[in-house]
């Protein structure tokens, strides 16, 4: 996402004395801009928070920004709590994590960088007569106490407790009318420094002492030095010594210095650099030293570190062909981060790099007492036993270099051909020191170090062919590989050392890529096309021919351009891909892209003195862990201008360095300082998303813990390792623990799952380096998916309660009609035991006294015959009428009234009466339990029997109304009637009452002597 190029810078030592050329130094550097996440290319001001993040002011709004994602903040005009202004003068993180800024109207305030928001802070200082911008710096001191100085206005303090700045002139005791132009804490003398336009004053608050010119209480030796020194408009305080940095603009002097103070010696020495940078105007914003005590100086137009042993400035400046340029009009502040990045705030955008960190240097070609470099391809780096390094070009010669890359003078004999040779290979002859060089068209020169002579000629056995390879077998004979595909043997003891002499084709290939000696001398030859050779170089014998197709080894190309012994079992061979041999047990395996090589596109191969294989890429370079099998590109990113790694080869210099050739230099670098086994930090969650809506993940940190409903369960995670020039050298891991079974590989940083079911979740993160060590802490986050309230455990809970209740209600009703059920067969039980019984005593009664009447009175016994046959009849409709109660067949009170109809008929059939039975519609549909019909039957009969018998009725009227859910049955016969209150009350009205107290009815007997009788019966019809 960022734009990064490669920078180099040539430090131009500020000296009158001519030092030895040497190799430019250089810096990789990563530029943002507009074109890549900055909101303005002018950026004032950078500082970085404790968490992390880094905070950049603009002139267009404030940002985060995490290594990957720039978050803007402005201001609106909307929200209260919003930036005032959106053109931020100068930042400042202190060590309580507080993001101070300034805007452009001088108001000063803090930013929350947990929940976003501003909020304004008081500086007390007399009203402005004009609303003009003054210059703001932050300062803390060695004790955290956090300063401002507005130039111009004063140095304030700011008080923690009253959240104000007021103003520190009068207690420190400054000279009035002295403007304040530049205030630092000094924490290697615990005391303040004061540039002002009418000169430098210094403060020791444990003394309370302050001293000037004229007023040197502390008998200070710089406050001596720079007497007579007014605008002081900068200072810097070397760490760990006495010594500082003051910058001077003189009164009327287009132009500042630049003033050295030795501690040591008590001396100042004064530097003009205009002369040394492209516009001689320039302007001195600031300087900064880092941690490992590099000290830069930077302004208009120019960024410079200082030499503070041979004070001198080394510029940068953009000389070095192919490069992008570093370019800016203004610096205006560098800022070092807590992994000693430096980062430095332009007119032109942001720049950062890490001089110390970076562990590639690219060379290009120098001859000594010459300043400008040659850009050239290089096909051979070669170190000899005297430390030099002999350098071989295609076109432009070859070049020579002490053990520091300080070039030196090629050897006269060369002086003819150095500039254009053709060189392909360099070979130190062990036994002899001579040193061969093949050429292009089969050309060869050999150099005696001893004499200084060179032989130069076209030996016949090469046929003018070009010579790409040599090496040496254990017996001091030198093979040769041709680009027409022959493999050539100089025989050294047949030769005698000649180097005219004693050579013999051994075999006729194709192109000849790679000559490699293995551990026990055997040669392997890589060809183009013709696949891999090994051979015996005593005999010549062709061992083994692996190519794909072959039976055993099979190789990942027919056409290898590298070879590497990897250890005493493996073989490796770059054939665009990687071909594995196991010379022990005769396997092969193959690793591609898929494998996690960064491409197909293996050309070089190297190890260092530990062991690990580096690769040379079209697109980069490659640490290959084979342990881990993890990869670790370095690319532009990391400082190789040119990564693409196709041509010449990959070389051991000194043990401890490699280098890889390029088509325009060569890639010089100590593997141990490329890879640190350090342990990957912990990664940082810098961003959170929720149904595609940014959520302020800051705000919900502290706890650990994100909520959200079932209907926003779409979540976007990033995440990040805040260091700033990890250039994707860190391979992340995320899991989602109840979702996720294993470890996730991220490709974007990134964790994006667009559906959680509701349930709790914990997020996991994790960074791993190429040496496979992971992060020493997980970064977690618990994430709880709350269900709808229908699926919430108390809700559930609450259903499985009502449920248990409902149940237990249900259980309740059908104990209670169960009992009543009981009851009601009990009473119709306890009822038919009565009818039964007096039924039975007076069939017994009737049945006695009727055999006792048998023989005296004939007519009598005929009485109580009839008798016992009306009272068993009675006993048998009464049984029959609780068995049609029970049958849950009758419930309706349709049944009732057919059984009602059904009996009207009997009595009509066996009396002289006419029953007239008329019912309400609706009453047929309605139900009624066994207890109520039972008894209402009863009630019923009764009351038809006592009409026909003993009032003698010739007509019985009876209705049935539904009246308010209350049924009303009204029998009403035209009989004698009798008298209420005067007749006794018989068994059938007595019973008639009994039934009706049992159903809790209303019953209601009127009646008249020769008028007749009316029942009424009221009652619910309980279903």
């Given amino acids: 996402m960022t734009t990064r190029f490669l920078l180099f810078l040539f430090l131009v030592l500020v000296q009158t004395v001519p030092l030895p050329a040497q190799q430019a130094r250089q810096y990789s550097f990563t530029q943002y801009t507009t074109a890549n996440g900055l909101v303005s290319n002018h950026v004032n001001a950078v500082g970085q928070d404790t968490e992390g993040y880094m905070w950049l002011a603009t002139t267009n709004g404030l940002q985060r920004f995490d290594g990957r994602d720039f978050i803007t903040f402005k201001h609106n005009r909307n929200t209260a709590n919003s930036i005032p202004s959106n053109n931020l003068a100068t930042l400042f993180c202190d060590k309580k994590g507080r993001i101070w800024i300034v805007n452009e109207d001088n108001r000063v305030g803090i930013f929350d960088g947990a929940r976003f928001t501003y909020q304004e802070v008081q500086v007390d200082m007399p009203p402005m007569p004009h609303s003009l911008y003054h210059t703001s710096i932050f300062k803390q001191d060695w004790e955290g106490n956090l300063y401002l100085l507005m130039i111009g206005r004063g140095v304030f303090l700011y008080k923690e407790k ?23 804490p000094d924490s290697n003398r615990k005391a303040y420094w004061f540039g002002c336009d009418s000169g430098l004053i210094k403060y020791s608050p444990s003394q309370k002492q302050i001293s000037y010119a004229g007023h040197n209480q502390s008998a200070d ?220 068209t089969g050309f060869m020169k050999v150099y005696n170090p001893t004499t200084g002579t060179v032989w130069s000629g076209q030996l016949p056995v090469f046929k003018e062919r070009t010579i790409r390879q040599m090496a040496e077998d254990k017996a001091g004979n030198i093979w040769f590989g041709t680009q027409g595909g022959r493999l050539v043997k100089w025989d050294y003891k047949k030769s005698g050392g000649d180097p005219t002499k004693g050579y013999e084709l051994v075999h006729e290939l194709g192109l000849i890529h790679k000559l490699y000696i293995d551990w026990d001398g055997s040669l392997w030859v890589g060809t183009l096309g013709w696949g891999t050779y090994h051979i015996d170089p005593a005999t010549g014998k062709i061992l083994h021919h692996v190519t794909r197709e072959s039976s055993g080894w099979k190789a990942g190309s027919n056409s290898p351009t590298d070879i590497i012994r990897y250890n005493d079992s493996l073989l490796l061979l770059a054939t665009g891909n990687i071909t594995v041999l196991n010379t022990r047990n005769i396997t092969h395996r193959i690793v591609t892209s898929d494998d996690g090589l960064p491409s197909n596109s293996a050309y070089l191969l190297q190890t260092d003195k530990r062991g690990r294989v580096w690769i040379g890429l079209q697109n980069g370079l490659c640490r290959w862990n084979l342990r881990q099998n993890s990869f670790t590109v370095f690319d532009r990113r990391d400082g190789i201008q040119f990564d693409n790694f196709t041509t010449g080869g990959a070389f051991r210099i000194r043990d401890s360095l490699l280098a890889f050739t390029t088509s325009h230099n060569f890639l010089v670098f100590d593997p141990d300082k490329v890879m640190h086994a350090i342990q990957p930090p912990q990664v940082t969650i810098t961003g959170m998303q929720v149904m595609n809506k940014r959520l302020n993940y800051d705000s919900i940190r502290p706890e650990g813990r994100l909520e959200l409903n079932h209907t926003n369960n779409s979540i976007t995670i990033d995440y990040a390792s805040l260091q700033y020039l990890e250039h994707g050298q860190l391979t992340y891991y995320h899991k989602l623990e109840g979702l996720d079974e294993d470890w996730v590989r991220s490709t974007r940083n990134q964790a994006i799952y667009n559906y959680l079911p509701y349930r709790n979740y914990r997020f996991l993160v994790k960074a791993v380096n190429g040496d496979g060590e992971e992060s020493a802490q997980v970064t977690g986050l ?17 259903m499985v309660f009502i449920v248990i209740a409902f149940l237990y209600w249900l259980d309740r009703l059908r104990m209670q009609k169960l009992r ?47 008798h016992i046959s009306e009272t068993s009849n009675r006993m048998t409709q009464a049984m029959y009428d609780m068995v049609w109660s029970i049958n849950p067949q009758n419930d309706q009170m349709v049944k009732t ?127």
């Fill in 162 to 184: 009253e959240r104000r700045f007021v103003p520190i002139a009068r207690e420190f005791g400054l000279p009035e009318k002295w403007v304040v132009l530049y205030f630092q």
């Fill in 221 to 440: 030796p710089v406050i001596n030095q720079f007497a007579h020194t007014p605008n002081i408009q900068g200072i810097l305080p070397v760490n760990g010594s006495t010594s500082m940095l003051i910058f001077h603009w003189p009164h009327r002097h287009p132009v500042p210095y630049c003033y050295w103070y030795d501690g040591k010696t008590g001396t100042k020495k004064r530097h003009f650099i205009g002369a040394h940078i492209p516009k001689e105007y320039h302007e001195y914003r600031g300087a900064s030293q880092q941690k490992n005590g590099t000290i830069w100086l930077y302004g208009l137009p120019f960024i410079a570190e200082l030499d503070t042993l041979r004070q001198s400035f080394q510029f940068v400046h953009q000389a070095a062909p192919y490069s992008e340029q570093f370019r800016f009009d203004v610096g205006l502040q560098l800022f070092e981060d807590r992994d000693q990045n430096a980062w430095l705030a332009t007119t032109d955008g942001l720049f950062l790099f890490n001089p110390a960190a970076q562990a590639f240097n690219a060379y290009y070609l120098l001859r000594p007492n010459q300043t400008q470099v040659i850009d050239g391809p290089v096909e051979h780096v070669k170190q000899l036993k005297n430390g030099q390094i002999w350098v071989g070009t295609w076109g432009i010669g070859f070049y020579i270099y002490d053990s520091l890359f300080r070039p030196v003078a090629t050897p006269p004999a060369f002086h003819a051909w150095k500039d254009k040779m053709n060189l392909w290979f360099i070979q130190e002859h062990s036994p002899t020191g001579l040193i061969f060089f093949g050429e292009q």
């Fill in 782 to 798: 618990n994430i709880q998916v709350k269900p709808p309230f229908w699926r919430s455990y108390w809700f559930m809970a609450m």
């Fill in 820 to 866: 009543a059920t009981e009851s009601i067969r009990t009473r119709i039980a306890t009822s038919l035991t009565e009818d039964l019984s007096n039924s039975l005593s007076s069939i017994n009664i009737s049945s006695e006294l009727a055999k006792n009447k048998v023989e005296q009175d004939h007519l009598r016994t005929r009485d109580y015959i009839h």
């Fill in 897 to 1023: 009234l057919e059984r009602m109809k059904q009996f009207a008929l009997e009595q009509e059939s066996l009396h002289a009466v006419n029953i007239r039975i008329d019912a309400d519609p609706f009453i047929e549909d309605r139900h009624s339990d066994m207890e109520h019909r039972y008894e209402l039957l009863s009630v019923f009969k009764e009351a038809i029997i006592n009409a026909v018998k003993h009032s003698d009725a010739r007509n019985i009227q009876v209705q049935l109304r539904l009246r308010k859910k209350k049924l009303q049955l009204l029998i009403q016969d035209d009989g004698k009637g009798f008298d209420t209150t005067g007749v006794a009350k018989g068994r059938g009205i007595m019973d008639m009452k009994r039934r009706a107290a049992a159903i809790g009815a209303d019953l209601e007997i009127l009646s008249e002597l020769n008028t007749g009788t009316l029942v009424r019966l009221e009652m619910k019809l309980s279903t």
